[in-house]
T-cell receptor, first 113, second 114 residues
Framework: NAGVTQTPKFRILKIGQSMTLQCTQD?????MYWYRQDPGMGLKLIYY???????DKGEVPNGYNVSRSTTEDFPLRLELAAPSQTSVYFC????????????FGPGTRLLVL | KQEVTQIPAALSVPEGENLVLNCSFT??????LQWFRQDPGKGLTSLLL?????REQTSGRLNASLDKSSGRSTLYIAASQPGDSATYLC?????????????FGGGTRVLVKP
């Protein structure tokens, strides 16, 4: 199993541009999460999903959108990128209730200039 | 709103010394607490998960305790090695029904000197 994979690894965006961060897991996990980590800080939850077709906001959802059309994929969309969105983005997944351990991808480093 | 704090932010110890990492949280009505390890430029790796009904969890040289009433958890790493150098984060899960969303502390960066 590849686990949780994220693409791209690194991206530079200009202010106002848009992009999609890709996240795929091959563990048949129901739950998926998007976090951002600013330098020297812990992670903050952006959006999460409890299954295909079901998504909900986390702590810092403004400026982002998500969709979950399949169990495997959970893309994060940035519209109108702003310098405040410069961060490292992590995708995570876990199986189901009672199996709480989250498995993380390697992250996408985003720089907005 | 749950707040999670990890003090100190950084710690340096000589090899062989035991490590003690602290995590405190403001709302004791937690569902579980997890400890993660993060290597530079990498994702997070889960180390231990403690359910709210448990007092501690052990895995090899690692032992994590949980005291819900005082809002604290401690991660002990016995006989530290240079390979233990990393950032350690604790995260609190509050609500099983709402996907067990995690609130993270800021992490403790650990350096184990040979």
């Amino acid at each position: 199993n590849a686990g949780v994979t994220q693409t791209p690894k690194f991206r530079i965006l200009k202010i106002g541009q848009s992009m999609t961060l890709q996240c795929t897991q091959d563990m048949n996990h129901n739950y998926m999460y998007w976090y951002r980590q600013d330098p020297g800080m812990g992670l903050k939850l952006i959006y999460y999903s409890v299954g295909a077709g079901i998504t909900d906001k986390g702590e810092v959802p403004n400026g982002y959108n998500v969709s979950r059309s399949t169990t495997e994929d959970f893309p994060l969309r940035l519209e109108l990128a702003a310098p405040s969105q410069t961060s490292v983005y992590f995708c995570a997944s876990r199986w189901t209730t009672g199996q709480e351990t989250q498995y993380f991808g390697p992250g996408t480093r985003l720089l907005v200039l | 709103k749950q707040e999670v704090t990890q003090i100190p932010a950084a710690l340096s110890v000589p090899e062989g010394e035991n490590l003690v990492l602290n995590c405190s949280f403001t709302d004791s009505a937690i569902y579980n607490l997890q400890w993660f390890r993060q290597d530079p430029g990498k994702g997070l790796t889960s180390l231990l998960l403690i359910q709210s009904s448990q007092r501690e969890q052990t895995s090899g040289r690692l032992n994590a305790s949980l005291d819900k009433s005082s809002g604290r958890s401690t991660l002990y790493i016995a006989a530290s090695q240079p390979g233990d150098s990393a950032t350690y984060l604790c995260a609190v899960g509050m609500n099983r029904a709402a996907g067990n969303k995690l609130t993270f502390g800021g992490g403790t960066r650990v350096l184990v000197k040979p």
